[in-house]
């Protein structure tokens, strides 16, 4: 599985980005797909996870609220809505699969994307 993730970018506080993780392969909808996010001299992070229907979604308490992660399986593309964006989520974000159950721990993810950089201005 090869993943690629787009539309970060330079936003100011209180707006919003959709990003964006396009997958190759057929087996994008027996995946769990799952957010991360590194900041500057910090440990890469959980964002959100989202099972393989789409039907359970688990997020940081960091982002409850104010982010969505969504999936379109007929598209191998999995998002992220950022809404009422903070300076503290400025990070390169990673998108990655796994198998299931759905999980929040790097270790679970077998493949990742090589990041899109999000910076929030305030």
């Known amino acids: 599985v090869q993943l690629q993730a787009f539309g970060g970018g330079l936003v100011q506080a209180g707006g919003s980005l959709r990003l964006s993780c396009a997958a190759s392969g057929r087996t994008f909808s027996s995946r769990v797909m799952g957010w991360f996010r590194q900041a500057p001299g910090k440990e890469r992070e959980f964002v959100a996870v989202i099972s393989r229907s789409g039907g359970n979604t688990i997020y940081a308490d960091s982002v409850k609220g104010r982010f969505t992660i969504s999936r379109d399986n007929a598209k191998n593309t999995v998002y992220l809505q950022m809404n009422s964006l903070k300076s503290e989520d400025t990070a390169v974000y990673y998108c990655?699969?796994?198998?299931?159950?759905?999980?929040?721990?790097?270790?679970?993810?077998?493949?990742w994307g090589q990041g899109t950089q999000v910076t929030v201005s305030s």
């Open positions: 990655a699969a796994g198998e299931p159950p759905i999980a929040t721990a790097t270790r679970r993810y077998d493949y």
